[in-house]
């Protein structure tokens, strides 16, 4: 093997300015993603579970639909396709965005995302015994009441696991945006690599950023989870 | 919208579903066997051997396929020295990727069989291997199959980011036809159909083991 490291080359211009912007795009993208499909995942989960046959329909045929397309032919779709089907003044609106590719990634990451918490939702509630519905409700509370003072309470500590790996799930899949031309950190490392040739500093950070916000981001849900921890509830692993 | 322009390219988008489903294919044999080997090394009494498989493991699930994928493309050829055909990279990327999390799925299926099961059986004079293979295995691999037919969509729905590198599977595919004939909208459609049918067919199975076993 023949190398050359150059390992201080990462904190000189512009580079090290391109990795804070790559880190930067990488974080709030998976955020801003992650909100939106966790709200449009508990609404969808919340369909699956109803008592209505066709919201139940539904539920299913969205959560099939978003799964079974792989996220980067999802991309490509709202990157091609879905500004067709939007009336001519918006789709002018639309282009004229300056970050369209960005804006792109936010809606195709959530949309695929929200497909995966729903289920989880959906697990969720099937988890929890079916004594419990009816016990709250002959209690005398409301349907209301019951989910934010019974049903909610289980549903959100048995997620949780759930929920800390799907949003480390998106936070990877936001790598997938540089296809469409997103600058986060995985096309900032290779865009580095391209203009220096040093592919084995550049990865490094890439590699070295997933890892220090996965680690984060399992120590902050550890440390929740054992918060919300009620004896007896959920068997927990290791 | 002009629907013929995917008559004139089904026999290319077939083509390129082909060489998808074979890539696949090769990831997934390569890689269960190691996500095996892994697995057993990370349920091992050597402390050595289960943090090296477990930080491994880790350490890989950490980063998404896409970074997995060039560090691999940039490192090979660097490592053995002489240039490395652009599907080696990719094979090898893909296999060492999605092996741990192959080892995750076969770990949590031996854990599920439980460890009284293996003091029972080598109570009745069995060896450890013996004990794996008839008492253990068995019931194991049978927890397993719905999460193992799932993880096949994954790897399925990975092989879209050999794209990235410009290797010829049905999303390659389609863009280049795509770019030739200035038909974006039909053709990157009829390859969402395409994934669409083949996914949903996968989980269909992966609902039918669940329910039987």
């Known amino acids: 093997m023949n190398y ?22 990488t974080l709030h993208l998976a955020l801003i993603a992650w909100c939106i499909a966790f709200v449009l995942g508990v609404a969808v989960g919340s369909c699956r579970v109803s008592g209505s046959a066709v919201l139940r329909l539904f539920g299913g045929a969205y959560v099939e639909l978003f799964r ?16 067709q089907l939007l009336p001519a003044d918006t789709r002018l609106w639309w282009n004229r965005l300056d970050s369209v590719p960005y804006w792109t990634a936010v809606i195709g990451i ?24 009816r016990a709250a409700l002959s209690t005398g509370l409301t349907p209301v009441q019951m989910y934010r003072h019974v049903i909610l309470p289980y549903a959100i500590r048995i997620m949780l696991p759930a929920i800390t790996s799907e949003f480390l799930t998106v936070f990877k899949n936001t790598a997938l945006a540089l296809t469409i031309g997103v600058l986060e950190i995985t096309a900032t490392t290779r865009k580095i690599e391209a203009w ?22 399992i120590g902050v849900m550890t440390w929740l989870e054992r918060r919300l921890y009620i004896p007896g509830l959920i068997r927990r692993g290791g | 919208m002009d629907w013929h322009v995917i008559q004139a390219n089904l026999p290319l988008l077939l083509r390129g579903l082909g060489t998808s489903l074979q890539l696949a294919a090769v990831a997934v044999l390569l890689s269960f066997p190691l996500g095996c080997l892994l697995a057993i090394g990370r349920l091992s009494r050597r402390a050595w051997l289960s943090l ?75 060896t450890y291997p013996q004990t794996m293979r008839h008492i253990v295995m068995p019931q194991a691999i049978r927890a397993m199959l719905p999460a193992l037919t799932t993880q096949c969509i994954v790897v399925f729905q990975g092989t879209t980011v ?38 949903t067919a996968g989980s269909l199975l992966a609902r039918n083991l669940e329910r039987k076993s």
Request: net charge neutral.
């Open chain 1, 68 to 83: 079974n397309i792989p996220l980067l032919v999802q991309l490509f779709l709202w990157l091609y396709v879905a500004p």
């Open chain 1, 196 to 217: 220096s040739f040093k592919g084995i500093e550049a990865y490094t950070v890439a590699s070295l950023t997933y890892l220090a916000t996965t680690v984060a981001v």
């Open chain 1, 110 to 133: 959530s949309f695929y995302t929200s497909s995966r918490i729903a289920e989880q939702i959906r697990a969720a509630m099937n988890a929890i015994p079916q004594g419990q519905f």
């Open chain 2, 52 to 126: 090296t498989c477990g930080g491994f493991v880790n350490l890989m699930r950490s980063n998404p396929l896409v970074l997995v994928l060039f560090w691999f493309y940039f490192l090979v050829p660097i490592i053995t020295g002489r240039a490395v055909s652009d599907l080696g990279s990719i094979v090898i990327a893909f296999v060492i990727f999605f092996s741990v999390y192959f080892a995750e799925i076969v770990r949590s299926g031996i854990q599920s069989v439980g460890s009284r099961q293996v003091q029972a059986g080598l109570s009745t004079g069995l």
């Open chain 1, 4 to 25: 050359q490291f150059n390992w201080a080359m990462l904190i000189t211009e512009p580079y090290f300015g391109w990795i804070a912007d790559g880190v930067l795009t």
């Open chain 2, 162 to 199: 050999a794209y990235i590198v410009g290797y010829d599977e049905l999303l390659h595919t389609a863009s280049m036809a795509a770019e030739r004939t200035g038909r974006p909208v039909e053709l990157y459609v009829a390859v969402a159909v395409m994934y669409f049918l083949v996914c």
